[in-house]
């Protein structure tokens, strides 16, 4: 599982300022904004009129609002959100959650059953442990133990009925780090959509929502090389359906300790770092799975990674072995057009 800390400029976007114009005032323009919210930087452009500025500020503003009120209610790092409740009472009683949470907690087992524990938003403990902006050396074998002993999905306790969530055992932490960002980009894009505008990119950390065009062309993106010495895109494409975008990969955040690297996405079934991958990015229909699936797939690998599609074709994938070998689902050009 991904700690808190990340970056993510495995994806990039290519934009243009200005698509159309005209001398009516109604050119289509690409407008932008950007505000920092859930421990990364998130981001929203899109295409509208050269003369609804005041109006795509606004929709703007309440996406943003949207995001906020979400951050306050799932952020397990805000001492008074309903999250951090539960963790503190793991082990005691129920807590009432937001129907945000209970939607996410929710979307968050379904992924966990798929994946057999590989996406578990109980991975708080080993996620602090695995603390590589400042870590230098591995932790001790008995503290993986111990922080691996409080991770197990199947012990929470979600009660839909009563909006109740409740952790079964004392120390445990949920953390919805690795799927949160995609909802929130969800639910962000739903009030862009019911503010008139239909064509726009959110970028919730480097996880991308895309609907829609930039005038008649398809927004463009790409995956980056995991070898950083190597600027050219491993493939750039078209986005040509609604999707959400999500890259995984061990390049970015890590530490050196006797010539081992020591990445930031942990195998939840040895308490190490995931072996055998270098990035993982998923296409889904729903940005919150291509969230949380970004990282399974880059622990469960291709073949297990395979299975997981042909049961849930609203996901799709391109993955990059250590051999930096690329593999592609079969069902990928459904979401995309490789150049």
């Known amino acids: 599982m991904r700690s808190r800390y990340f970056s993510f400029p495995a994806l990039f976007i290519l934009f243009l300022t200005l698509l159309a114009c005209s001398d009516r005032g109604d050119d289509l323009r690409i407008y932008e904004q950007e505000k920092l919210m859930m421990g990364t930087i998130m981001k929203i452009k899109a295409v509208a009129p050269g003369n609804a500025e005041d109006s795509t500020r606004a929709a703007f503003e309440a996406a943003f609002g949207e995001m906020s009120e979400l951050e306050s209610e799932m952020s397990e790092w805000q001492s008074a959100s309903p999250v951090s409740e539960v963790n503190r009472e793991a082990g005691v009683k129920s807590v009432k959650v937001p129907d945000a949470v209970v939607t996410v907690t929710e979307k968050a087992l379904e992924i966990a059953t798929m994946t057999d524990g590989a996406f578990d938003v109980t991975f708080k403990t080993v996620g602090q442990l695995w603390n590589v902006k400042e870590r230098t050396a591995p932790p001790p074998q008995d503290s993986i133990a111990t922080a691996l002993a ?49 064509n726009f990119i959110i970028n919730a950390g480097g996880d991308l929502y895309l609907e829609g065009k930039k005038d008649d062309r398809f927004w463009t993106s790409g995956i980056k090389n995991p070898d950083q010495d190597n600027p050219k895109p491993v493939t750039t494409f078209n986005v040509i359906t609604t999707c959400g975008v999500a890259t995984s990969g061990n390049y970015e955040n890590f530490f050196t300790w006797k010539s081992e690297r020591y990445h930031h996405i942990i195998d939840l079934k040895t308490g190490y770092p995931a072996k055998g991958m270098k990035s993982s990015t998923v296409f889904s229909s729903d940005p919150a799975k291509a969230d949380a699936y970004a990282t399974a797939f880059f622990i469960m690998g ?30 990928l050009d459904q979401f995309i057009q490789e150049h």
């Open 150 to 198: 409080l991770v197990d999905y199947r012990q929470i306790r979600l009660d839909k009925a009563n909006s109740t969530l409740y952790l079964a055992k004392k120390g445990m932490e949920i953390g919805f780090g690795g799927i949160g960002k995609g909802y929130a980009a969800w639910r962000a894009g739903e009030v862009l959509k019911q503010h008139g505008i239909r």
């Open 302 to 331: 291709y073949e297990k990674a395979l299975a997981v599609v042909a049961e849930d074709p609203s996901v799709a994938f391109i993955l990059i072995d250590s051999d930096n070998k690329v593999m592609r689902s079969p069902n």
